[in-house]
T-cell receptor
Framework: SQQGEEDPQALSIQEGENATMNCSYK?????LQWYRQNSGRGLVHLIL?????REKHSGRLRVTLDTSKKSSSLLITASRAADTASYFC???????????FGPGTRLSVLP | EAQVTQNPRYLITVTGKKLTVTCSQN?????MSWYRQDPGLGLRQIYY???????DKGDVPEGYKVSRKEKRNFPLILESPSPNQTSLYFC????????????FGEGSWLTVV
């Protein structure tokens, strides 16, 4: 069953604006990861945040994790048209063995 | 180069004709998994494997079989494909345990008519 749920389902912004996507999950986790998918292609790993971390940065990406609210957010700053893609969060299952993906957020960055 | 390779990438087949989608990884990963992706439904896990000879059902295993005889290969078998199995399929692999990056293949577009 899907553990992570991204929000919103779709997001449309202008180039240069920031994009924020959220992920909520149901049970406790060890790690949460964000992935990106260009249309019809395989998913590519963006960033991982561990349950004892609250914030992590990688280039224009900023991820936060609030384990008390069971939620994470992915912020893409100064977005570009090339950031247009679907973004998924992935959490480990109760046993820390398997990975479960949410349904994703479709981001469109308009030039 | 680290790779997850799926074949075929594109296939149109007929109802009931058995087919196999192969998946191979060159990273010595213990964990491998199959997903299907349909519009509006995101990624749904079909089967996964934590190691050789160890497989488990995901969320949507009906109509599919898998095997893990070797560490590098994890084929997906559709014994009697039906039109509702028309989908985009992804194979993925990772080192075992949470916190490891999951590597995805490029996907296999399967159409069953």
């Amino acid at each position: 069953s899907q553990q992570g749920e991204e929000d919103p389902q779709a997001l449309s912004i202008q180039e240069g604006e920031n994009a924020t996507m959220n992920c909520s999950y149901k049970t406790s986790i060890n790690n949460l990861q964000w992935y990106r998918q260009n249309s019809g292609r395989g998913l590519v790993h963006l960033i991982l945040i561990r349950s004892n971390e609250r914030e992590k940065h990688s280039g224009r990406l900023r991820v936060t994790l609030d384990t008390s609210k069971k939620s994470s957010s992915l912020l893409i700053t100064a977005s570009r048209a090339a950031d247009t893609a679907s973004y998924f969060c992935a959490t480990d299952d109760n046993y820390g063995q398997n990975f479960v993906f949410g349904p994703g957020t479709r981001l469109s960055v308009l030039p | 180069e680290a790779q997850v390779t799926q074949n075929p990438r594109y296939l149109i087949t007929v109802t009931g004709k058995k087919l196999t989608v192969t998946c191979s990884q060159n990273m010595n990963h213990e964990y491998m998994s199959w997903y299907r992706q349909d519009p509006g439904l995101g990624l749904r896990q079909i089967y996964y494997s934590m190691n050789v000879e160890v497989t488990d059902k995901g969320d949507v295993p009906e109509g599919y079989k898998v095997s893990r005889k070797e560490k590098r290969n994890f084929p997906l078998i559709l014994e009697s494909p039906s039109p509702n199995q028309t989908s985009l399929y992804f194979c993925a692999s990772s080192y075992r345990g949470a916190g490891n990056t999951i590597y995805f293949g490029e996907g296999s577009w399967l159409t069953v008519v």
